[in-house]
C-alpha cells in the first residue's frame, strides 16, 4: 500500500450530511483524496452535495453491486479505502474481502445494540426511544465499526456516548445523534483512513 496519500470512495445512500463534513474535512489535505462519491439513489441529495464539494459521483443499482461492477469501478480508481455514511444497501463479501480493514461504516447507536438488518436512520431512533421510555436504557451515540459482511457486526473502531433525557422521543433521540456525527464523524473517519492505510497525521508534524 502506498503510504503517500489514500483515494477514498464515499457510498451514500441518502441526504449526504455526513459525506459532506468527510469531503469538506479532507479538503486540501495532502494525504487523503476523497475521488468518488457513489450512490445507489439517483435523487440522492448527497449527489448535489459532491457536486458543490467538486467531488465526482456515480449512480449504481444494487445489480451492480452484486455483480461486481461497483467492486472494479473502485479498483479502476485505484481506491484504497471506502468511507460508508448512510449507505443501505448490504455490502457483498467480495467488496468486503477488496478492502480487508479498509471499509468503515457508520451506524447510529452503541453496537451491539440497535443494529441488524433494517435498522438505520429513524428505525434506531425510534427502537431508541421505545426502550427509554421501557426504562431499559439510559443513553445511545454513534459508532464507527469495520465492514464485514453481516449487518452491524463488524469489529468497533470508535463509539461516542451521550446521555438521553426520560422525556426524549425519536425526534429528540435524533438530535442528540446529529450533535455526535457533526463533531466525531469526520475526525474518526480520516484517523481510521491514515491508521488502516499507515500514514502519519499531518496534523501532528
Known amino acids: 500500500m502506498a503510504t503517500t496519500g489514500a483515494r477514498v470512495a464515499i457510498l451514500a445512500s441518502g441526504a449526504g450530511t455526513n459525506a459532506e463534513r468527510l469531503m469538506r474535512a479532507a479538503y486540501g489535505m ?57 449507505f443501505l444497501l448490504k455490502i457483498p463479501e467480495g467488496l468486503v474481502a477488496a478492502f480487508p480493514g479498509r471499509m468503515l461504516n457508520l451506524h447510529p447507536s452503541l453496537l451491539p445494540a440497535f443494529g441488524g438488518k433494517g435498522m438505520y436512520g429513524h428505525h434506531v431512533h425510534r427502537a431508541v426511544a421505545e426502550a427509554l421510555a421501557a426504562g431499559s436504557v439510559q443513553e445511545t451515540g454513534i459508532t464507527l465499526h469495520w465492514v464485514d459482511a453481516e449487518y452491524d457486526t463488524g469489529a468497533l473502531f470508535f463509539q461516542a456516548a451521550v446521555a438521553l433525557d426520560p422525556a426524549d422521543d425519536a425526534e429528540a433521540v435524533a438530535k442528540r445523534i446529529q450533535r455526535l456525527e457533526s463533531e466525531h464523524y469526520a475526525p474518526q473517519t480520516l484517523r481510521a483512513i491514515r491508521e488502516s492505510l499507515s500514514l502519519s497525521d499531518p496534523a501532528a508534524g
Open 30 to 86: 495532502p494525504d487523503v483524496d476523497i475521488v468518488l462519491v457513489a450512490c445507489n439513489r439517483p435523487n440522492a441529495g448527497v449527489l448535489t452535495r459532491a457536486e458543490g464539494c467538486g467531488v465526482p459521483t456515480w449512480v449504481f443499482d444494487r445489480s451492480a453491486l452484486l455483480s461486481g461492477e461497483v467492486e472494479a469501478r473502485l479498483r479502476a480508481l485505484q481506491v484504497d479505502f471506502v468511507a460508508l455514511a448512510g
